[in-house]
């Protein structure tokens, strides 16, 4: 049920917001770790790019849903096929579910870890600094995973119609 093309689409954008997360992961480990730093603007901005990334999640969720609904169409025949030899519509939801996570778990989780590498090596220094880096990090890396879950329970739930058309027999049609 996997198109490479479809694929790349769904997952470029879930990465691209896994690595700003990150980098907020750094950013925010830098300020905790850092005494001297008590301006609340810092916060706020970090409130507003957190807000940001929710609303970039709701993307995601119509890019895994249109994903999803792509892949169902290119494989009408053998997803109805599929039901017709006695495969529960249950399965083929659970297959396009583990689809949409292949593709946007490691690319969250890999994109959130970069980003917070990367600024964490530019911007760390101190022991205080590593251990809110790794508080941080952890803490981003259970937002994305929660964030993707949802954006994926939200994605199948789109795309329930579409299955329900697509497991009909008249899609098994030659004509």
Do not use: N
């Not at 700003?20 to 507003?48: E, M, N, P, R």
């Amino acid at each position: 049920m996997c198109s490479s093309d479809l694929t790349g689409r769904a997952a470029a954008a879930v990465g691209g917001i896994g690595m700003v997360a990150g980098g907020c992961a750094a950013f925010l480990a830098d300020l905790l770790g850092d005494a001297a730093v008590s301006d609340s603007q810092h916060y706020a901005a970090l409130a507003l790019v957190g807000a940001g990334l929710v609303v970039g999640m709701v993307a995601v969720v119509g890019s895994l849903g249109v994903h999803s609904i792509e892949s169902l169409v290119a494989q009408r025949r053998s997803t109805a096929g599929l039901h017709v030899l006695g495969t529960p519509v249950e399965v083929l939801r659970d297959a396009l579910r583990w689809e949409a996570r292949m593709v946007a778990l490691p690319m969250g989780l890999g994109g959130a870890l970069f980003g917070a590498v990367v600024l964490g090596v530019a911007a760390g220094d101190g022991a205080a600094y590593w251990s809110w880096w790794l508080v941080c990090t952890a803490a981003v890396l259970l937002v994305v995973a929660a964030l993707i879950a949802l954006a994926i329970a939200f994605a199948g739930r789109i795309t329930r119609p579409w299955l329900d058309g697509v497991v009909r027999t008249a899609s098994l049609r030659t004509e």
